[in-house]
């Protein structure tokens, strides 16, 4: 039971703890729910804010307020109430701001930072990293800082602030990331040889440094490389210790002897033992060094000290200010010396007492000061003043032993080795010293100009103390400044541009080549050119005074034109001559009455016929240019006034009949000679016409139609051979009766004639001559004075006459009797003009001589006699008779004999005794000797004048070479030395390989007495040698230069100007080649040396232009249309196409490349020709009705299209010239009336329709009755009418306007103005051109214009100024040197003129002179005078080079040569011939020397340049020589520097060919410089190709791919895993040749791989080896495509058998269209065709 109660309690609180958990996880839930609720509600809403609104307050500052807008958003976007949003998280919507006013401005301003690093793009994304690889240039973002700051303090405000003024500057920005670059370095030099001569040593190589690392490129590897080395062993122990010998010390001052002794008894004082005044101890090598530095220090502090009062008195301040005296009393030996004797020494001082007395005597006051001034200006002059103030002193240098391992020992230690010289003689430096500035000078431009260039003004100081030694060297001794001057000085001259008056206007100048105008040129008019000369002069200058006072116009005197800056205006222009106008006249009247010459005065019997013509267009106002407008014939029975016959009034029968005979009745107007109605009663003496008979037919009499007009004459007069007639006709209409009737009449009564111009054909006419000269009229008062040079058009001065000729014509025949023609109708012979006044010519002054050349060279060289020039200008030309001009308007002159040029020289004066290092210092010196030793003498230079005579030493500073030296090395020689002066010249030679030339020195001093200096085998005084054995040789060098024309065949052209291809711009010209001179050692020398002048002379032609060549003008092509308006055409043809910048040709014909066409409008009269029908025929009846002679009937009649003149239809012409539409008919059909029918006449014209045209209109024609019909019988309707229809026959007319014509020119003109026409046309509304006199009729508006003026472009030739004079030459030495000239054009081609040509610059080769120049040598060994290593010098020598200019090398000559030359060395005047170094000591570890910068390089990608400039770099390696010694080596160095003008260079990997399994592989630089590094790793080439497992079959190798493959003639044989098993002979196909006897067989033999194939002659290149497999063991490419080929030949036979064997189909006859097509020639416009 227990055990259950237990359980069951159990139970329970088991039971009681799962309710519990059941509640605790119900309320878990619940709360996570609520959760989930509150956060999904916060996240579902959120507060918006907007922009900040602007600050407000009313201050300016911080006191201001902002606001903005809040509100609650939901998630998605849009607004919700406030309520959904937590309101504890609601911003503010409200805060302080800065108000910013204007003048903040001031006070703030964005202050940018700098560009941090720039950061690739691709690393600023999260995990993507920069590839390992770098391929190109990697695209980066570089940010910086920007902020509002104070400007006063920097203090940050906020960015409102600036923004508010400016926009806030870019924060970040594009850049860019190169790839990394490695150092590049040279390859290696060849190795150095063994540092020494015995036991084991260092071999070194090194390279240099051709770019350095950018961008985080590897650094630069090792520039040097050792191996070690061992030449032999050494004898004997080699000695580890060396001298060493350190820098020179400072330069001092030698001490006086009193000085010396002043300082031992000082020292002695002290306590401190000298060292026996100055002395070296050399017991021990330590004692000696310090006591060396000691005696420095003291001579140093003595220096120093030289101004204080330690001299005991003034013997010692004049020993100090003398030292090398000093030293020559105080440094003597303490040895015996003799004693001088007494009485020479009372004879000196005798001597010395005279010259005082001397000078005492002297006792003017004024001679003792002009005395004084002497002295000081020759002290001042005297060589070496104070400006050098050079002294002489001495310095020591350090001795010391070194250990190979570089530790200083004992000198002891060195006792090997001799010691060296410690002491030298130096020059005491002194720093260059100047006055002070001087005033500045006046400025250069002395007068004031507003707007002119500023001056200039200078200041100069002076050197007091030249450097010297090493000295300071001085600063500049010029300055400069712009200045202007003041306005109160005078204003400058201003010069400026005149010009004469135009010339003659000329048209030739505009001719073509082959215009046949060219032969006479007189009628030439239109466009043309004129010129003028432009001259420049100065404004303000006086004027030619010697003119008349009537000339108004200034004459200025010409000046140079270089000294006119502004443009000058232009030399020509295009001109006008007016063309004769021709008269347009328009056709001959008719022949008018015969009348009185004078119907005012009738009592002459003769008469005239006249006929008249007009001027449609002309001259207006003039008409003496155009031909004669009246003709007469002479006449009888004249009359003023006749009857004109208007009409004849109806025919009325007699006895008031209704038929039958009866008359009509005239109806008359009265008119006079030129047929305008007058009174009748004018007519009273005329005949007046009388009534004509006539009658009307009865019904049954024969009915005829009336009589037809009378034709117009046949002639317009009468002679022999012709006579004028006129014809009428009628035709029957009806017969008669049988019975009863009037009979018809014959067919010859149907037609009557009548004669016409009964006048005989003698026509006349007045014929004027032109007018004359004006000339005086001697009654009437003149005063025809000269005029000024104004130049006005309509100047006269007074009245004159003028004449013409006029003569009575015959026509045909010539001049006749004045009494044959109409005196009335007589022209004038006389009329007034007005005289035009007389111009003379006026020309200027002539202008200052033009400046002579500077024909002055260095050394006082002149070149040829120059001249100068002056002029004077036409500016009037003469006219009407006035002064002629001068002959002469320019003068030449010789120059006067040219000065010196200005220049400076340095002049060096006599060398000063040698001054040696005093003997105090080297008296313990071993060998040496107190009076003889090397030491330093100085010399004075002063600075002369080239013309001669002293000048200031800074012109010389300014304009001459380097400084020559003032000290030199020199040697005392001792007692026993020879002593001998410098060798002479060698003496010339006469000839060249004849004789021998000699050079002789002296024996000098006390050496001319020793008998061992007369020793001339060990001392020779002279030298022979052979005179030079020179050959020389002459050589053509460079290229042929442009062809010059020569000189004199020019011509002037007018103003000076030339035109593109006259015959002075081309033709025969020469060229010329340099000649250089070499000699036997191919050195240039003068030209003259080969008997030369220096050129290749070789003709040559100038090809002169030829223009465009074009055929005459055609006739003008008949008019497009006979009536109205149309167009007619002429043309020209291309004869020869222009060559060599001729004239174009004008633009051709785009169809016919060789035609050019010009079409105009034209006007075809509609009445010019016209239809002419003769009378019907008499009829011809088909049904013929026998008994009454009528019925149906034919009648016919012949037209023709005539010619209509004046006179009427003259001529036939062809029928197409009629309008066919107006063609009357030439048959007809009608019934033909029977007696007693009505009989109407023809029907007449229709009357014309109403406009505008209206179907419901009609219009109506009508005929009248001739015969009245007889009983029963009516009259046919004697009217009709039809209604008026558009286009059929009711019409609209308009007027057309044609198109301009092209500009149209007189015959005499080749350009200019013109005149285009254009046509008005009369046109029916179906579009047919009809007479003007339809439009004219309706009276239409015609407000065209005609004509109007135009102008045709003139072809201006290009017009070139004179060739410039030649300049100088481009070099002054050398092949290279051109002389070059150029010319300018004057006047642009315009139009269709000949162009400029394409050489406006010529050059001609300079005459080739040697360039010679200083160079110096390679510097020498660095070496240590009297010590192993330690300081030393290097020396080199400056020698005299020529070269031809093209080499930098050139070759060594004499230094005579250059003996004219200023001492400079590639643009340095400072020659430096030797220089300090340092001698490494043994064993010691050094850098090299800086190498050369190298070239200049950019960073560039695939050769394009990144922007980040170029870098050039120089190194220093490490050098080592024992090997002991290598850790001590220093690190090797490099520099780089920022460079300009550099370029792209790139890097590619080279191999070479495989040797074996490898090859030699290296990087390359675009130049061709084999480099280390530059070239990426990642592409390097494979340099090892080793086969694995090893290639061990017979007959293989491995190959590139690093696979085995087989020899040629081998094919491999693969295993299954792609090894090779084996190489197999591949079977060789062998084609017999011509020579083999079994040509006809081809066999297959196997290859023998072990023994070589002998090929038979001949048979070289005859077997091919067939290899199927490649070295991989696969098929080779050309298996495939054998493969293929085989196939596609399978299925071509089989196609072919198939079609071959099956059956063909019946043929299909098919229509072939052979049409011809036309045969289209084109023409391209080429002469040659």
């Known amino acids: 039971m227990g055990l259950a109660g237990t359980a069951g309690g159990t139970s329970g609180v088991l039971e009681r703890n799962a309710r519990l958990w059941r509640l605790a996880l119900l309320f878990l839930s619940i709360w996570e729910l609520g959760a989930q609720t509150a956060v999904e509600t916060g996240a579902r809403y959120r507060w918006q804010t907007g922009p900040w609104g602007r600050c407000m307050g009313s201050e300016c500052g911080p006191g201001g307020s902002q606001s903005r807008a809040v509100w609650c958003a939901h998630a998605e976007g849009w607004t919700t109430l406030h309520t959904n949003c937590n309101p504890a998280e609601r911003p503010s919507n409200q805060q302080s701001c800065f108000r910013v006013c204007d003048w903040h401005k001031d006070l703030y301003d964005w202050q940018l930072g700098a560009w941090n690093q720039c950061v690739s793009v691709s690393m600023r994304s999260a995990g993507v990293q920069r590839p390992a690889v770098c391929a190109r240039a990697e695209e980066g973002i570089q940010t910086r800082e920007v902020g509002c700051v104070q400007k006063a303090n920097g203090e940050p405000a906020e960015d409102a602030i600036c923004e508010y003024f400016e926009p806030k500057p870019r924060l970040e920005q594009a850049c860019l990331i190169p790839c990394p670059r490695d150092c590049v370095v040279s390859e290696f030099s060849p190795w150095t040889f063994c540092s020494k001569t015995c036991g084991i040593g260092l071999q070194n190589r090194i390279r240099i440094v051709l770019a350095p690392p ?154 003792r000061e002009l005395l004084k001034k002497t002295r000081n200006r020759n002290r001042q002059n005297r060589p070496g003043g104070k400006s050098w103030d050079v002294q002489i002193g001495y310095q020591t240098r350090e001795v010391t032993c070194v250990h190979k391992r570089g530790n200083v020992d004992a000198l002891s230690f060195c006792s090997h080795e001799s010691l060296p010289v410690t002491y030298q003689a130096c020059v005491m430096p002194k720093d260059c010293d100047v006055s002070d500035w001087s005033e500045w000078s006046a400025c250069s431009r002395d007068c004031y100009r507003p707007d002119g260039p500023e001056g200039e003004q200078t200041r100069t100081r002076k050197v007091i103390q030249f450097p010297i030694g090493g000295g300071a060297e001085c600063p500049e001794l010029e300055e400069k400044q712009p200045c202007r001057p003041e306005e109160t000085v005078a ?167 209704d038929c039958g005979p009866g008359t009509q009745n005239p109806q008359v107007q009265c008119v006079n000679s030129d047929g305008q109605h007058v009174e009748r009663q004018l007519c009273r003496d005329a005949i007046l016409p009388m009534p004509v008979i006539c009658e009307v037919p009865c019904p049954k009499d024969c009915a005829l139609s009336p009589w037809t007009s009378w034709s117009l004459c ?242 010389c500073l300014k304009f001459s070479s380097s400084m020559p030296p003032l000290t030199q090395p020199c040697q005392v020689p001792c007692q026993e030395d020879c002593q001998l002066s410098s060798w002479s010249k060698f003496s010339p030679c006469a000839a060249d390989c004849v004789g021998v030339r000699v050079r002789k020195r002296l024996l000098v001093g006390k050496s001319k007495k020793r008998e061992q200096c007369k020793n001339h085998q060990v001392y020779p005084l002279s030298e022979t040698q052979y005179c030079p054995c020179n050959k020389y040789n002459a050589q053509p060098v460079g290229n042929w230069s442009d062809c010059i024309l020569a000189e004199g065949g020019r011509t002037e052209g007018p103003v000076g100007t030339k035109v593109q291809g006259d015959t002075k711009e081309c033709g025969q010209g020469y060229r010329y080649q340099a000649m250089a001179c070499y000699d036997q050692d191919n050195r240039i020398v003068e030209t003259s040396r080969c008997n030369s002048h220096g050129y290749i002379e070789e003709a040559c032609i100038i090809p002169c232009p030829s223009d465009c060549k074009l055929s005459e003008w055609s006739n003008w092509s008949r008019c497009s249309k006979s009536c109205g308006s149309g167009v007619k055409v002429r043309s020209k043809w291309l004869r020869e196409k222009p060559y060599n910048s001729g004239r174009p040709c004008p633009k051709l014909d785009h169809v016919n490349q060789a035609q050019v066409y010009e079409v105009v409008p034209c006007l075809s009269d509609c009445g010019q020709h016209v239809w002419l029908a003769e009378p019907w025929s008499v009829w011809k009846v088909s049904n013929l009705d026998l008994n009454n002679n009528c019925g149906e009937g034919v009648q016919t009649r012949k037209v023709r299209c005539m010619l209509n003149t004046i006179d009427g239809p003259s001529e036939q012409v062809e029928d197409y010239l009629c309008d066919p539409e107006e063609m009357p008919l030439g048959a007809r059909n009608s019934r033909l009336p029977c007696p007693e029918d009505c009989v109407l006449s023809d029907w007449g014209l229709w009357s014309p329709c109403p406009l505008p045209c209206n179907v419901n209109r009609t219009r109506e024609r009508r005929a009248y009755l001739l015969r009245q019909p007889g009983q029963q019988q009516e009259c046919p309707p004697s009217s009709q009418s039809e209604s008026c229809k558009l286009n059929s026959n009711c019409f609209h007319y308009s007027y057309n306007i044609t198109d301009w014509s092209t500009c149209q020119l007189s015959d005499r003109a080749v350009c200019g103005n013109g005149i285009k026409t254009r046509m008005l046309d009369c046109v029916r509304s179906d579009g047919k051109s009809v007479d003007l006199t339809f439009c004219n009729e309706l009276g239409l508006d015609r407000k065209w214009q005609m004509n109007a003026s135009c102008v045709v472009e003139c072809p201006v030739n290009c017009q070139l100024s004179e060739w410039a004079p030649w300049s100088q030459c481009t070099h002054k030495c050398g092949l290279q040197g051109k002389l070059r000239r150029s010319r300018s054009v004057v006047q642009a081609p315009q139009g269709d003129g000949r162009p400029c040509p394409s050489q406006m610059e010529q050059w001609k080769p300079c005459l080739v002179k040697p360039c010679y120049t200083w160079r110096y040598s390679p510097w020498s060994d660095c070496k240590s005078e009297g010590a192993t290593c330690g300081d030393g010098l290097r020396f080199r020598n400056m020698s005299c080079f020529v070269t031809d200019g093209s080499d930098l090398q050139g070759s060594l000559v004499d230094d005579e040569l250059c003996g004219d030359l200023d001492l400079v060395v590639d643009g340095d005047t400072r020659i430096i011939l030797q220089e300090s170094c340092i001698v490494p000591c043994p064993g010691e570890c050094y850098l090299t020397d800086w190498t050369a910068w190298s070239a200049c390089q950019l960073s560039c990608e695939s050769g394009d340049d990144l922007g980040f400039g170029s870098v050039q770099v120089r190194s220093r390696a490490v050098v080592a020589q024992d090997p002991e010694n290598l850790l001590q080596c220093p690190g090797q160095e490099l520099e780089a520097r920022p460079c300009t003008e550099g370029q792209c260079l790139d890097y590619k990997w080279r191999a070479a060919a495989w040797r074996g399994s490898s090859r030699h592989v290296w990087c390359q630089r675009s130049d061709g410089l084999n480099v280390t590094g530059g070239c990426p790793a990642t592409t390097q080439p494979l340099a090892d190709r080793s086969c694995d497992p090893a290639c061990t079959k017979p007959r293989s190798f491995c190959t590139e791919a690093g696979v085995c493959g087989c020899d040629e003639g081998y094919t491999e044989v693969m295993t299954s895993d792609g090894l090779l098993d084996q190489c197999t002979v591949i079977p060789v196909l062998e084609i017999p040749s011509a020579d083999d ?59 072919m058998t198939y079609l071959a064997c099956k059956k063909p189909k019946k043929a299909q006859r098919r229509q072939m269209n052979n049409r011809l097509k036309p045969l289209t020639l084109a023409y391209d416009g080429d002469a040659d065709m």
Request: proline residues 8%.
């Open 214 to 367: 950018l961008f985080g490129g590897s650094a630069c590897p090792n520039l040097t490389e050792f191996q070690t080395c061992q030449p032999g062993p050494c004898e004997g122990e080699e000695s580890p210790y060396s001298l060493r010998v350190g820098p020179w010390g400072p330069c001092s001052v030698s001490v006086s002897r009193q000085a010396r002794q002043a300082i031992k008894a000082l020292s002695e004082s002290d306590g401190v033992k000298p060292t026996g005044e100055g002395r070296t101890q050399s017991k021990r090598g330590e004692k000696r060094a310090k006591v060396g530095d000691k005696r420095s220090v003291q001579a140093d502090d003595v220096s120093k000290d030289g101004d204080r009062p330690l001299r005991p008195n003034r013997k010692l301040g004049k020993a100090n200010r003398n030292p090398d005296r000093a030293s020559r009393q105080v440094d003597r030996p303490k040895r015996p010396r003799k004693v001088k004797n007494k009485d020479k020494k009372e004879k000196v001082r005798e001597k010395v007492r005279e010259k005082l007395k001397e000078r005492g005597k002297v006792k003017d006051l004024a001679a």
């Open 491 to 657: 204003p400058c001259i201003v010069h400026s541009w005149k010009t004469s008056e135009w010339s003659e206007c000329r048209v030739d100048m505009l001719l073509s080549q082959q215009d046949r105008r060219r032969g006479n040129q007189t009628s030439l008019c239109g466009g043309g050119v004129q010129t003028r000369e432009v001259y420049c002069v100065q404004d303000g200058a006086e004027r030619t005074s010697n003119l008349s006072s009537l000339r108004t116009k200034e004459v200025w005197r010409p000046v140079d034109n270089s000294l006119c800056l502004a443009a000058p205006p232009n030399a020509s222009q295009l001109c006008h001559i007016n063309c004769p106008v021709p008269c347009d006249l328009s056709s001959w009247s008719a022949w008018g009455p015969c009348t009185y010459e004078n119907c005012q005065d009738p009592s002459a019997k003769k008469g005239f016929k006249m006929r008249k013509r007009k001027i449609v267009s002309g001259p207006p106002g003039v008409t003496s240019n155009c031909p004669h407008l009246v003709e007469a014939i002479p006449c009888e029975d004249p009359s003023c006034f006749d009857w004109l016959l208007l009409r004849l009034d109806s025919c009325v029968p007699d006895n008031d009949k």
């Open 714 to 955: 046949s002639h317009t007069c009468s002679g022999k051979n012709t006579e004028g007639k006129q014809t009428r006709a009628r035709s029957i209409l009806a017969y008669h009766a049988a019975e009863g009737g009037v009979q018809c009449p014959n067919i010859s009564a149907l037609q009557e004639v009548r004669s016409c111009n009964e006048h005989p054909c003698t026509v006349y006419h007045w014929q004027t001559g032109p007018w004359g000269q004006c000339t005086e009229d001697s009654s009437v008062p003149a005063a025809n004075t000269s005029a000024g040079r104004g130049r006005v058009n309509n100047a006269s001065c007074s009245v004159g006459m003028q004449t013409r000729k006029v003569i009575c014509v015959r026509v045909n025949v010539g001049q006749v009797p004045p009494k044959k023609c109409p005196e009335s109708l007589r022209p004038d012979t006389v009329r007034p003009c007005l005289l035009p006044c007389k111009r003379d010519c006026v020309v200027t002054s002539y202008s200052d001589w033009s400046s002579c050349p500077s024909t002055c060279q260095t050394g006082g060289k002149t070149k040829k006699k120059q001249q100068q020039h002056r002029r004077r200008v036409v500016v009037q030309f003469p006219a009407n008779g006035g002064q002629d001009c001068p002959e002469v308007l320019s003068q030449l002159r010789d120059c006067d004999a040219p000065s010196v040029c200005p220049g400076y020289k340095w002049k060096s004066h006599k060398w000063r005794r040698c001054q040696m290092v005093p003997w105090s210092i080297r008296q313990d010196s071993p060998g040496s000797e107190e009076t003889c030793g090397a030491g330093l003498q100085v010399r004075a230079v002063s600075c002369r004048k080239r013309a001669g005579g002293q000048a200031d030493v800074e012109a």
């Open 1637 to 1695: 006897n079994k040509a006809d067989v081809k066999t297959i033999r196997a290859f023998n791989p072990t023994q070589p194939a002998v090929s038979p002659p001949g048979r070289v290149g005859r077997t091919w080896f067939l290899q199927p497999f490649g070295p991989d063991g696969k098929l080779k490419t050309w298996v495939y495509g054998v493969a293929a080929g085989v196939f596609v030949l399978l299925v071509f036979i089989i196609s």
